[in-house]
């Protein structure tokens, strides 16, 4: 937070004084914009349509993951159940048997979570890096000074181009 602070103050500095000695034009005040990033990765297109992408390719496997988590709960209520009336050996044998299953459930949910969030973030580097591209399209054509993308206190939706953006980012024109 504090880093953020004095960026935004170094960069206010240095916009102030930008013009030079005995320049005859006055100075232009800078233009400044901001991008909510979290809205591009909820709101636009292309974002959403990552999200069904990825619900499209895990569904199998969270199905799956379902199907042995229904197992397992059958089989634990079968040995609270019927602990007290099976032999040693058929209760020893259930609760081996209930104990691989509950191991490798716990291995596939790991491994499922591992792969989805690998998944995500890939998406989402490719949604973060086309909008970026788009960012610094909108800051040349419209001649922004500095836009910031971490989330402040307060922006005022003078400054906001977030809208812009997601915009663009549905092939959209870019300019209002």
Known sequence: MLKQKLLVLAASAALVSLPAAGQSTPPRQPKIGFVNTQRILSQSAPAVQAQKRLEAEF????QEL?????ELKRMQADLDKNAVTMGETQRRNKEREFGELNRDFQRKQREFREDLNQ????????VIDHADRIVRQIA????????FQEMPAYVSPRIDITDKVIKALE?????K
């Open 59 to 62: 569904q199998k496997r969270d």
């Open 66 to 70: 379902a199907r042995i988590a229904d």
């Open 119 to 126: 998944r995500k973030n890939e998406e989402l580097k490719q």
């Open 140 to 147: 040349e054509q419209e001649k922004f000074d500095i836009i």
């Open 171 to 175: 092939g959209k024109s870019s300019a």
